[in-house]
């Protein structure tokens, strides 16, 4: 009964390729986001979402894109991979609307690009 | 400019050598300061929140102390299990009430 979980874990691809990730939390939480985290162990926000409202990180490439079916999931997609797109992205949530709680974050999906 | 610098960067300790690590911030109006742990091939883990200067939180062996420039991760008789990389993130009116903005980390190994 993991809380925040992601697939895949690991994912391998070619540059130019399209891939996504998913992410579900069974937490009830409002608020989820992605967060990639480079080779230097720095995590970084990409979006962060709700019901209401995406708050895109203005340096994320617009070949990101958060796609949410329902509140308990987002997906991540990304079109046309690059090597620099090579980290590991991280799925979180947490639970009041706009009043930042603590996250809760899944364990990772390491991409790899080559 | 950074905005969370944590330091050092590596830390080796015996077990049960006690010591701090660092995160000092240069944000201004602060919201909250977030310590969490992260083990590799895991997401981070939340430990500890603290609003305001003169705030301390106490779990086990942790217990992080706030001033109105750095956080400290007082670390008493450390165990091995506590080896993990150890994340300070700020949320401050820059950084917008969604937004945590995380310092690169302290890696702490505990030798047996």
């Known amino acids: 009964d993991t809380a925040v979980s992601q697939t895949p874990k690991y994912l391998v691809t070619q540059m130019g390729n399209d891939k996504s990730i998913k992410c579900e939390q069974n937490l009830g939480h409002d608020t989820m986001y992605w967060y990639k985290q480079d080779s230097k162990k720095f995590l970084k926000i990409m979006f962060s979402y709700n019901n209401k409202e995406l708050i895109i990180n203005e340096t994320v490439p617009n070949r990101f894109s958060p796609k949410s079916p329902d509140k308990a999931h987002l997906n991540l997609h990304i079109n046309s991979l690059e090597l620099g797109d090579s980290a590991v992205y991280f799925c979180a949530s947490s639970g009041r609307d706009r009043v930042f709680e603590k996250l809760f974050f899944g364990s990772g999906t390491q991409l790899s690009v080559l | 400019e950074d905005q969370v610098t944590q330091s050092p960067e590596a830390l080796r300790l015996q077990e049960g050598e006690s010591s701090s690590l660092n995160c000092s911030y240069t944000v201004s109006g602060l919201r909250g300061l977030f310590w969490y742990r992260q083990d590799p091939g895991k997401g981070p883990e939340f430990l500890f929140t603290l609003y305001s200067a003169g705030e301390e939180k106490e779990k086990e062996r942790l217990k992080a102390t706030l001033t109105k420039k750095e956080s400290f991760l007082h670390i008493t008789a450390p165990k091995p299990e506590d080896s993990a990389t150890y994340l300070c993130?700020?949320?401050?009116?820059?950084?917008?009430?969604?937004?945590?903005?995380f310092g690169t980390g302290t890696r702490l190994t505990v030798i047996p």
């Open positions: 993130a700020v949320q401050a009116d820059q950084t917008g009430a969604n937004n945590l903005f």
